[in-house]
């Protein structure tokens, strides 16, 4: 089993649309969860934490569940401006391993 | 303030040439994170150091790859003997004690090697 697996998309959704990305990943101790971006060609961005109890940051909703070791990330009212590349990240002791990511087009 | 600096942005080379990138972490930042990326495999690290100390190599994928920081401002990865299929996009991140986790990207080297 992977680390970290995402399904790598393309997820196809019109403007304004509520869209969900999933994440598994398969070592238990992880401690640090988090959520980056990455637009075409250039360098990945954090995006958000995840955080054990879910956390919400304007459009985007991001929830763990550490008994099925799955992370998520939900976009409502998507913009045009949301296509990208999502990478899952989970952290161990003081390093990060990233999924190869969903990729997001939104279109109008 | 300035971001992570990467140099050079492309480098297109023939195989079996040495190839060299550089980095500058951001000031302060006391964390050095070299990433390789590649539609295959994603973003894999390869090496970080801690206060200028390497930490864990274990990504390195093989002796071809050597990386230094002689300072805090400073980072090299080298690659010599470069073969096509290093061709990749290789990111250097830094992050700083206390929220090691948050990391920090350079706009990467493409690396080409013919």
């Known amino acids: 089993r992977k680390e970290v697996e995402q399904d790598p998309g393309p997820f196809n959704v019109p403007e304004g649309a509520t869209v969900a990305f999933n994440c598994t990943y398969s070592n238990s101790a992880s401690q640090s969860f988090f959520w980056y971006r990455q637009d075409c060609r250039k360098e990945p961005k954090l995006l958000m934490s995840?955080?054990?109890s879910g956390n919400e940051d304007g459009r985007f909703t991001a929830q763990l569940n550490r008994a099925s070791q799955y992370i998520s990330l939900l976009i409502r009212d998507s913009k045009l401006s949301d296509s990208a590349t999502y990478l899952c990240?989970?952290?161990?002791?003081?390093?990060?391993?990233f999924g190869k990511g969903t990729m997001l087009l939104v279109s109008p | 303030d300035a971001g992570v600096i990467q140099s050079p942005r492309h480098e297109v080379t023939e195989m079996g040439q040495e190839v060299t990138l550089r980095c500058k972490p951001i000031s302060g930042h006391n964390s050095l994170f070299w990433y390789r990326q590649t539609m295959m495999r994603g973003l894999e690290l390869l090496i970080y150091f801690n206060n200028n100390v390497p930490i864990d190599d274990s990504g390195m994928p093989e002796d071809r790859f050597s990386a230094k920081m002689p300072n805090a401002s400073f980072s090299t990865l080298k690659i010599q003997p470069s073969e096509p299929r290093d061709s990749a996009v290789y990111f250097c991140?830094?992050?700083?004690?206390?929220?090691?986790?948050?990391?920090?990207f350079g706009s990467g080297t493409q690396l080409s090697v013919l």
């Open positions: 995840v955080y054990s």
């Open positions: 991140a830094s992050s700083s004690t206390g929220n090691y986790l948050k990391l920090f």
């Open positions: 990240v989970v952290g161990g002791y003081s390093t990060l391993t």
